[in-house]
């Protein structure tokens, strides 16, 4: 008897076992595929490298005529609330009101296109930002790193006060966050969406 109770017992826990590993199984899936690839960034003041990523996001448009990039279109939606940092108070932060506004623009738009080559696999384009509402042009230099699928990677400069991002920059203050933050991408496209 004592042996069929702990026998009952014992599956019982193996079973809440592998409910719970085959559910963070599904959680970490989930998570790996939420995103193509990597959306990073990079901004400073004279202390501090903030180094942060946004683990959600996904293309909403490709058009690539022919494979011709030059004449392509793509676009991309961030999940603001998604932000992650190498500190933890600074990731809380970026969500605030202040900062990225996760509560009131839950997401951010970017559509790339007018792409021009500069070289053997490297090229220039426009990229159109939303970010809390505001819409920007900015440049961005892009290089193909491979296809089937397309693979890329590239880097953009946004003037983070462009689009309300915290205060203003004050250079006598080393804690003042500068206004030039690098957006950086590694990502593998899909052939169209």
Known sequence: MGLARFSKQA???????AAILASGA???AAE?????G??????????????GEF??????????PDGNIEKGTV????DIASVSTNADKLTEHLKQNDMLDAAKFPKATIKIHSAKKTGEDSYEATADLTLRGVTKSIPVKFKTLGQSPLR??????VNRL????????????????EPSVAILISAAVPEKI
Not at 32 to 36: K, L, N, R
Not at 55 to 64: A, E, G, H, L
Request: negative net charge; glycine residues 4%; charged residues 30%.
């Open 38 to 51: 990597k959306l990073g960034f990079k901004a400073q003041n004279k202390v501090f490298k903030a180094d």
């Open 152 to 157: 890329i990677e590239g880097e953009a400069v």
């Open 75 to 78: 676009e991309i939606e961030v």
């Open 162 to 177: 462009d689009f309300g991002v915290y205060k203003p920059y004050d250079a006598s203050d080393e804690r003042s966050v």
């Open 26 to 28: 599904a959680l970490f």
């Open 32 to 36: 790996a595929a939420a995103s193509p």
């Open 55 to 64: 683990k959600s996001w996904r293309f909403t448009k490709v058009d690539i």
């Open 11 to 17: 599956w019982i826990v193996a079973v809440a076992a």
